[in-house]
């Protein structure tokens, strides 16, 4: 499977699978958002306007916001490393 990987440095290609790449990346620093997301943790924002859904973005420019359920935002959100 090709995955595309975004970094600060540019895009990527990586001839793998979702899953054996989550197994090799550190769960402290990354993590699974979504069937189709892995993300490190300190490329996150989160916005949340008051009375708003909560997004969450990527900090690397000219990416789409990431919508979630309010359960997967506020299991992203506790293992957060800026509060």
Not at 6 to 26: M, N
Not at 50 to 64: E, K
Request: aromatic share 4%; with cysteine.
């Amino acid at each position: 499977m090709n995955l595309r990987c975004l970094t600060q440095a540019g895009k990527h290609i990586v001839y793998d699978s979702l899953i054996k790449l989550e197994t090799r990346l550190d769960p402290n620093q990354f993590v699974r958002i979504h069937r189709s997301h892995i993300v490190n943790l300190a490329q996150l924002q989160f916005d949340q306007p008051p009375g708003g859904t909560t997004t969450i973005r990527l900090r690397i420019p000219c990416q789409s916001s990431l919508l979630h359920s309010a359960d997967q935002v506020e299991a992203v959100s506790r293992l957060n490393p800026t509060p």
